[in-house]
């Protein structure tokens, strides 16, 4: 439903916030821990610059940080910095116009989730996936470490009735 580009930007800007340490982080750091290819996710970050959800720094000490906190920033704002989003009348199944006269066969059904899914971006903040994260140890969002994915199933063998915070 997003562009590569959008999931990208959500999962880079979803590690800044994770890690919350106020500093500046470079590109290929993040590239390499979320499993990003560097040169791509410096394009991908630089639109996010531009729109005020990122600060940049150039030098030493240089690198990304968020620009705002992260229950400031929508997923909305992430991902309209990557792409277009399609309005709800956009037709699933290629009609050049699909309005209530005149629908589809997938209309109402397309309509009531491109709504429903874009009020979840509406909705849905950086500081939501962090709290998520936090409340499911398990899950590796935005990372995509296989080593630290095979180290979380072995411990749900090891302790197999614990039960997330």
């Not at 560097?38 to 968020?66: I, M, N, W």
């Not at 590796?140 to 039960?163: H, I, S």
Request: with cysteine.
């Amino acid at each position: 439903m997003i562009s590569r580009s959008s999931e990208y930007a959500i999962r880079a800007l979803t590690f800044l916030a994770t890690e919350s340490d106020g500093r500046h982080h470079l590109a290929r750091d993040m590239a390499e821990r979320l499993g990003i290819p560097a040169p791509f996710l410096g394009k991908v970050l630089q639109p996010l610059v531009t729109k005020g959800l990122l600060h940049s720094q150039r030098g030493r000490s240089g690198g990304f940080k968020l620009a705002r906190t992260a229950d400031q920033i929508r997923l909305v704002e992430i991902v309209e910095a990557e792409e277009t989003l399609h309005p709800a009348d956009t037709c699933v199944l290629g009609q050049s116009e699909c309005r209530d006269e005149g629908a589809c066969p997938l209309h109402e059904y397309w309509k009531a989730t491109a709504n429903a899914y874009h009020a979840k971006l509406r909705g849905t903040t950086l500081a939501d996936l962090v709290e998520y994260r936090r409340r499911h140890p398990s899950c590796l969002y935005p990372e995509q470490d296989l080593t630290k994915l095979q180290q979380v199933r072995e411990q749900r063998r090891a302790t197999p009735d614990a039960v997330p915070a």
